[in-house]
């Protein structure tokens, strides 16, 4: 693990609200957060995001679209991008995961404003501030919370790992076979390190024929 540094955030876009300077309840928290303000409610603390890079923006994007084609062509449920918030009531947690796919089984638990449950799989993507968020906090929150896969993607400090929930309730790494890593949840789905990784990747249709799929 990579050591884990304290990192002071820019600040958000002019059109974003600024911190509350206060605890919010959950009720104050949701009437609060907008549309243009990025942010996460950690039992009663407002914890702001910072806007992302341009690298991150793109992999998103291409990462968001292999994700989508690919659940839509096997019918498998719905995937969500980075402004839906995801409710852990349990722990006192609302969360805005990068990417979250919940199975067409579960899509109760999608509402009208947020995922009021636990997401079957959820993708992080890394950020120079996101860095213990991601790697430490959440990684506690998604394993207890019962989130089956959790995807860590660092491109900045070129890591990529993959935790499956097993049995006891604790994640366990899913080993990189051939160049890939492959999800047990999205059934057929897989992602090649060096995209993950690495500076080019294929178009999204190049890369769903990889994985059998045919726009």
Known sequence: MPVLKQFQPPAQPTDAKPHPGRRLTEAEFLAWIDEDTRAE?????VVMMAPVSIDHDQFHAWLRSLLMHF???HGLGTVFGSEVLVRFPRQRRLRMPDLTFVSKDRLEIVGPTLIN???DTIFELVSPESVVRDWRD???EYEKAGVR???VIDRRGGRI????????GKYRPIEERQGRLHSTVLKGFSLR??????????RVAVALKELG???
């Open 71 to 73: 659940v839509e062509h």
């Open 41 to 45: 409610w950690v039992d009663g603390e």
């Open 213 to 215: 799929v045919r726009l």
């Open 138 to 140: 959440k990684f506690a």
């Open 117 to 119: 449950g636990v997401p």
């Open 149 to 151: 896969e959790y995807w």
């Open 193 to 202: 390190t060096d995209w993950a990784l690495g500076e080019k990747r294929p």
């Open 161 to 168: 790992e993959v935790y499956s929930l097993g049995r006891g």
